[in-house]
């Protein structure tokens, strides 16, 4: 999951905790509220009873018809609200009740007046509203008609409206949340396709766009930045060499930890009958940087190839070079025979080489050669990692065989500054598709800082062709900081 998706969450997951506690804090008012809605809805049925059978009441009171007053209370406690209804008598005894009622419901319970009463009572465990109604008879004596609600429906009822509370303040929330984002999200995506046809406008030695949505104070710094990189020129990309490089390093970063990371080596040891001798290969990366890690030292991870590599390292396989004066560290790693081809004749030489320079000769795309090429670059970059003793290394990572490494790397040295150099043509978006893991390869090469490639491309040529390959939108915002430039070797 990317960290645009995280943050979603992230947020979602505040709104919802934030719902949660409103609905907390809300919570007793709502309660009190439905509480006090139920007991006056209780209190209008009870009062709409009592004047329905009142005369009823009256009749069997003078006729003295206990059993048939029990039977018209029965009725009324079929009410599905209502639990028990009775008739006390002036003196305070149960003359006629509904089967219901509770055995421990005692007249002197209730509020005796001259008017209407409503009294809560705790009854079998079970909170009861009691009404009572006076009846005058004949006599002037006052009795009381008595009907008994249960209030447990008020809890459920209370329940009911908590939860559609918390729904609908959770919908709220998720709704603005949503529509929070997304507006945020295209105001953002606007401001910064604005900022990125300024730079390019500035870039190009112009000023801005009338109508541009940078104002003149971003432009500034714009432009001080720009000229105080070393890494841009006016049109994106510089002239390289050895003494450029060694310019850069030495300039630009004084005491940086310098790492080059190549499948060729710097110095192999060879068996010679009885002896072990040192040579040094003739390759134009080796004339180029070597003479660069003499001045700023540093580790140079390498493929030991050579008979006697083995004998020559320590424990850590690592030896100081040249053996003369040596200066810098070189690390070996070891790739077996199978591994080699599959990683370096198969993918390398047979699927990338022709792939890049459009030969007439079709790649071989193999997966066995692809899973050899993922190992042997990751064991590369753990090397990197190992050696590393600093978060923040300059990496030179060499040539199309370890075009995974920069994102193996970055993803453990996010700080690292990591320059890639790709020493063969680039090719277009067209042929480079053919290519089974073409989003592999482009993220390996956009998560570094610098991109050399031996025929100059613009950088966008390479965001673009990760479009036109289908590329995840946002899967390369993870590594900070991704390419910022190309170079041109």
């Not at 009691?130 to 005058?136: L, Q």
């Not at 320079?357 to 042997?376: A, C, G, M």
Request: charged share 20%; hydrophobic share 45%.
């Amino acid at each position: 999951m990317s960290i645009r998706y995280r943050d979603f969450f992230k947020y979602v997951g505040v709104a919802l905790a934030a719902t949660v506690v409103l609905a907390m804090l809300l919570a007793p008012y709502a309660q009190r509220i439905v509480e006090q809605w139920s007991r006056a809805d209780v209190e209008a049925r009870s009062r709409l009873v009592f004047h329905a059978i009142e005369p009823l009441i009256d009749r069997a009171i003078e006729e003295q018809t206990w059993s048939g007053l029990s039977a018209l209370f029965e009725r009324v406690a079929l009410d599905k609200r209502i639990l028990a209804a009775g008739y006390c008598d002036s003196s305070g005894v149960l003359i006629a009740a509904s089967p219901e009622m509770p055995g421990s419901f005692s007249c002197e319970k209730i509020a005796r007046g001259e008017a209407e009463s409503f009294a809560n009572v705790r009854v079998e465990a079970r909170q009861i509203l009691v009404a009572a109604f006076p009846i005058v008879t004949k006599t002037g004596k006052r009795s009381y008609f008595v009907i008994l609600t249960d209030l447990s429906f008020a809890a459920a009822r209370s329940a009911q409206v908590m939860a559609f509370l918390l729904s609908a303040l959770a919908g709220a929330a998720l709704v603005l949340l949503v529509v929070g984002g997304l507006f945020a999200a295209l105001m953002l995506r606007s401001w910064t396709n604005s900022l990125r046809r300024a730079v390019e406008e500035i870039r190009d030695g112009g000023g801005l766009r009338p109508r541009s949505a940078v104002t003149p104070a971003i432009e500034r710094d714009l432009r001080r930045l720009l000229r105080e990189s070393d890494l841009l020129s006016v049109s994106g990309q510089v002239d390289w060499n050895p003494r450029s490089l060694r310019d850069l390093l030495n300039g630009a970063l004084p005491g940086a930890e310098v790492m080059v990371v190549s499948n060729r080596e710097p110095y192999i040891h060879n068996k010679s009958g009885d002896k072990i001798v040192l040579q040094s290969p003739a390759s134009g990366l080796v004339s180029a940087l070597e003479p660069v890690m003499r001045a700023c030292g540093g580790t140079w991870i390498a493929h030991g190839s050579g008979s006697a590599d083995r004998e020559m390292v320590d424990a850590s396989d690592r030896v100081r070079v040249p053996e003369s004066s040596p200066a810098y560290t070189l690390r070996r790693i070891w790739i077996s025979e199978e591994e080699q081809d599959g990683y370096y004749y198969g993918f390398a030489n047979e699927a990338l080489w022709p792939l890049c320079h459009i030969v007439f000769v079709r790649p071989t795309l193999r997966n066995s050669d692809w899973e050899l090429y993922k190992r042997i670059n990751q064991r590369f970059a753990d090397a990197v990692i190992a050696e590393a003793r600093t978060e923040d290394p300059v990496v030179l990572v060499q040539d199309y065989h370890l075009a995974l490494v920069p994102a193996m790397v970055r993803e453990k040295l996010p700080k690292a500054t990591i320059a890639t150099f790709w020493h063969i043509p680039w090719p277009n978006a067209e042929t480079f598709g053919i290519c089974p893991w073409k989003e592999e390869i482009i993220e390996g090469l956009l998560s570094s800082t610098i991109i050399g490639i031996s025929h100059a491309v613009p950088l966008q040529q390479l965001h673009r062709m990760r479009r036109s390959v289908s590329w995840r939108a946002g899967s390369i915002a993870r590594f900070r900081p991704s390419a910022s430039a190309v170079i041109s070797a």
